[in-house]
């Protein structure tokens, strides 16, 4: 028939309902006088509806494994050298502050069954900061229990290398070599969770993200600056915490009250408010400080207290 | 069905999801896999066969998906960039097995997705949906690549010529007379082979089977 060609284009439209109403009649009558092209019709019918697609299910393991395989991804890149190691959460360092109570209450007391007591208010109120539930801050108070137990000594508020040593893992469980590394690395342990101790730490310019030696910590508490006297300043015995922002630029609102400055530092006081402190450390840090929490205190750390201490570092 | 699950996926959003999947965002580029893992699974199966290989390929597909999502520009579709990340793959998987040079004989590369025993227990109907899937596929694999590609997209996953074209980069009119082509070929080769009953075909196996 002439027009065969034609109406087998026409099937295949038809199939795929893109013909237009008078199309579909053309084809309707084509199809009641050409049985070879009704066949072909019918063929094409059945071929499409067998191959379809629709009535496949797919493994019921398979999204579970896609997922895997796109976390593994996940996992693999998220470790980026050019992004800046942020200080822990506040809620976790808090949680690290809890379990160096315990190791501060028993050095001061040198007395285990004062540690083992404090061991047990110690995890509850860690409990209760710890939201988001690290792993590390859990390792750490089981540490620095263990360590308080086996009748470990620490000196109130000692800058000393030991001292340093034996809080870092307080802070950063995965920071070994802060702790091997002695040298009081404690701050680069809690300031750089993924650094290798005193080696990838950001320069010290406002902002910027470039990796750069910490010579603090490269030569260790030799060469560092002045350090910052906080019992000499601080009014109460107790605090919630205690922080230190360095090299940063211009300051940020600070919604607490200096209580002293020097020519190094200025010391502020702020209510011990977990959404406030994360609001005033994060405004520091977009102004360029970096942000770590500082433990040569010589104070009480009590996560319960009024109020905590921020220390800015003013100039070197 | 297929085209209009399609076209909620585009009123929800998709282009949403994948700005959110992009910022690292894994619930979000979840939903998608959710929402397509069937499809392409589906697409893969028929092109290669195999269920081992599709899962593979699907698993394959995403991986890529995730990886090249900064690639990923706004103005294709979530659906034309899965698939032609899916064709590739499968093109690719197709050159690999003739490489291998396995030689086709009736049964080859169809493997049967469960074992026998538990064959002899399907009911009739889908046994013989899956003799005429196995057939299926062995002439889809005598297809050319282009032929077979063209009809994966339109009768398996259901796409409109419009997006046939913009996945192939052809135009419309091509995409047309390709797929008929290619849907004309298909059927040449299942009468020749005879092995299934086409509604057309019960007269040429009668006159084969006389013929024999």
Known sequence: MADCEKMMQLCEESLDRTLTAEEQEALDRHLEECPECAAYLADLRFMTEALSGDQIEAPADLHEKIMAGVMTEVHSTVVQPHVPNRRMPVFTMLAAAAACVCLVMSGAAGDLMNAVNFQFVVKGSGAENATTSSAAADMAMDSAADDAASGYKMALGSGSDGAAAETAPQDSVANDAAASGGAGASESAEEYENADAGIAAYSVEGGDMTPALYSRNADGRSSAAVEPQVSAVAGAEAYAFCYLAEYGGELPEIGGKMISVDDNFAYYVVDNNLSQLEVLLDGLEKAGYSVGKYEELGLLVDPNAESGILIIRLSE | ?212
């Not at chain 2, 103005?75 to 032609?84: N, P």
């Not at chain 2, 050159?95 to 074992?115: F, H, M, S, W, Y």
């Not at chain 2, 013989?128 to 299926?136: D, I, K």
């Open chain 2, 1 to 212: 069905m297929l085209r209009n699950e399609k076209e909620v996926g585009a009123l929800t959003g998709e282009q949403v999801l994948m700005q959110r999947a992009r910022k690292g965002e894994i619930a979000a580029f979840e939903t998608i896999v959710t929402a397509y893992e069937r499809k392409i699974y589906a697409l893969a199966l028929r092109s290669t066969g195999s269920e081992a290989d599709a899962a593979d390929i699907t698993q394959e597909v995403f991986l890529r998906a995730w990886k090249s999502m900064g690639k990923f520009r706004g103005d294709s579709s979530v659906s034309t960039w899965l698939y032609r990340i899916t064709m590739n793959l499968c093109v690719d998987h197709a050159r690999r097995k003739n490489i291998q040079a396995v030689p086709l004989t009736d049964e080859e590369g169809t493997e049967l997705p469960l074992p026998d025993t538990r064959a002899d227990n399907l009911p009739e109907a889908a046994l013989e949906g899956r003799e005429l899937s196995n057939e299926l596929q062995t002439a889809l694999g005598m297809l050319t690549d282009e032929h077979r590609q063209i009809i994966l997209l339109r009768d398996v996953s259901g796409l409109s010529y419009q997006e046939i074209g913009r996945l192939l980069t052809l135009e419309e009119g091509t995409v047309k007379s390709r797929l008929a082509r290619a849907r004309r070929n298909l059927r040449e080769i299942l009468i020749k082979r005879g092995n299934i009953s086409l509604p057309s075909a019960s007269k040429y196996q009668e006159r084969r089977q006389e013929n024999g």
